[in-house]
C-alpha cells in the first residue's frame, strides 16, 4: 500500500509500504479521507519527538474510513463499519487520570500513519476513542474529529454562558471552531485576526469582525477589540487560537473584570508571556491553559458531526488526492488554505 513516511524536518515521502496486521484488540481501517492540521505542519517543519520518537515514522492523525479487519477480542467493530478515531487514548490508571485529568495522562497511546490508504488502530484507542458514525456524514467531513474534540474541551473549560460576550483571536480552523460552538452555548462572538480570507469566514459563520493588520503591540490590537464589547468593557470570554505569546498577551488584555482568558494555542518551547499583576489581582482574571482532549470530548464532538450541529467541511480549503500531501503542508505555511483533505 501507499503511505507517506517522515524521514526529518521537511523530508516526507510516499513510499509502498506493507500493509498493517492488526493484533488483539486492533482494527485496521482503509483509510477514505484524512485532513491535514496545525500539528501536521509544524512537525513537517520541525519534526516532534513525542509523536516520532524514531524515524522514518507514518505521518498523519486525523482520519475516517471503513474497517477492512479486526483483531482477536474485538467485539465493537466488524468489517464494513465506517468508523473515526481520535488519535491517542488515556491509560486510565496514572496520577493525571486518577484525578480525572486525562488530557495531561503520562502514557498517552497515539495514533499516526493516516497520511496512507491503510491504518492500524492500537487496542486502547479502538476501546476508547473509536467510533462508528452514519452513512449521513461522510467520511471528509468526519475526519478533523481530534482537533474539534480539542476545542469541545477548551469550550467546557472556559464557563461560556448564554448571553455572554466572547473575543477568538486568530480565525484559523480552530478558532473557526471556537466560533461555531461558543454560538452554540448562546454567546455572541468577536473575530480577530490579520487575514481578511479568515475574517471573511468568520464573518459568514456569524461573528462580528476586527481585522489587526497594521497593529503591533497586543495592548493596541486588544483596544481595537474590545471597542466591539458592551460599554467597550472587554470580553466575559477570550479565547486565544494562535500559539503565539504576544497573542496570548493580547487575550488577556481582552478581558473585561472577572473574565476568562482561554490560552489554547500551543507556543514555542520555553516561550514566556507577560501579564499585568495588578490587574490579575484587582480585575480577578481567570487564565486557563488548555490542551489536547479526553475520552468525554471525543464523543461529544462525534457527536456534533454525526448530527450536524458542527460541519467539518467547514473547515477545508479544498479535497485533494494523497499524493497532494506536500502540496498542501506548503501551501497552509504561504497561507493558502487552512485545512485540507486527503483522499488515499
Not at 471503513?66 to 486510565?92: I, S, W
Not at 477568538?168 to 471552531?177: E, K, R, T
Not at 493596541?220 to 477570550?238: F, M, N, W, Y
Request: charged share 20%; hydrophobic share 40%; with cysteine.
Amino acid at each position: 500500500m501507499r503511505a507517506y513516511m517522515f524521514y526529518g524536518p521537511g523530508d516526507l515521502r510516499l513510499e509502498d509500504i506493507e500493509p498493517g496486521t492488526p493484533g488483539p484488540g486492533e482494527v485496521a481501517v482503509e483509510v477514505k479521507a484524512a485532513a491535514t492540521c496545525g500539528t501536521d505542519l509544524k512537525s513537517y517543519r520541525r519534526g516532534h519527538p513525542t509523536l516520532f520518537p524514531t524515524l522514518p515514522a507514518r505521518f498523519g492523525h486525523e482520519f475516517a474510513g471503513v474497517v477492512t479487519e479486526v483483531g482477536e477480542g474485538v467485539t465493537d467493530f466488524a468489517p464494513g463499519d465506517r468508523v473515526v478515531a481520535a488519535n491517542t487514548a488515556p491509560c486510565g490508571h496514572c496520577w493525571a487520570c486518577s484525578i480525572g485529568r486525562e488530557s495531561l495522562c503520562e502514557n498517552l497511546e497515539y495514533l499516526n500513519g493516516a497520511f496512507a490508504e491503510q491504518i492500524v488502530i492500537p487496542k486502547a484507542i479502538v476501546e476508547r476513542n473509536t467510533y462508528k458514525i452514519p452513512d449521513t456524514l461522510s467520511f471528509e467531513a468526519a475526519a478533523p474529529l481530534e482537533p474539534l474534540s480539542t476545542v469541545v474541551h477548551g469550550i467546557s473549560e472556559s464557563g461560556i454562558k448564554l448571553g455572554d460576550t466572547v473575543v477568538v483571536n486568530g480565525a484559523g480552523p480552530i478558532g473557526q471552531m471556537f466560533i461555531k460552538l461558543a454560538q452554540l452555548r448562546g454567546a455572541s462572538v468577536i473575530a480577530a485576526d490579520r487575514s481578511e480570507g479568515r475574517l471573511a469566514q468568520a464573518e459568514a459563520a456569524g461573528a462580528r469582525t476586527v481585522n489587526l493588520t497594521g497593529l503591533e503591540t497586543p495592548e493596541e490590537c486588544a483596544a481595537k477589540i474590545t471597542k466591539l464589547t458592551p460599554s467597550g468593557r472587554g470580553a466575559d470570554v477570550a479565547v486565544e487560537a494562535v500559539g503565539l505569546p504576544q497573542v496570548w498577551e493580547q487575550t488577556v488584555h481582552c478581558l473585561r473584570p472577572g473574565g476568562t482568558a482561554v490560552l489554547f494555542g500551543g507556543t514555542p518551547k520555553g516561550a514566556p508571556f507577560s501579564v499585568n499583576s495588578s490587574d490579575m489581582h484587582y480585575k480577578e482574571y481567570t487564565l486557563k491553559g488548555v490542551y489536547h482532549h479526553q475520552p468525554r470530548y471525543v464523543k461529544i464532538a462525534v457527536e456534533l458531526l454525526s448530527t450536524g450541529k458542527f460541519d467539518g467541511m467547514s473547515l477545508c480549503s479544498e479535497v485533494r488526492p494523497l499524493e497532494a500531501l506536500v502540496e498542501s503542508l506548503e501551501d497552509m505555511a504561504q497561507g493558502k488554505g487552512s485545512k485540507y483533505i486527503l483522499r488515499p
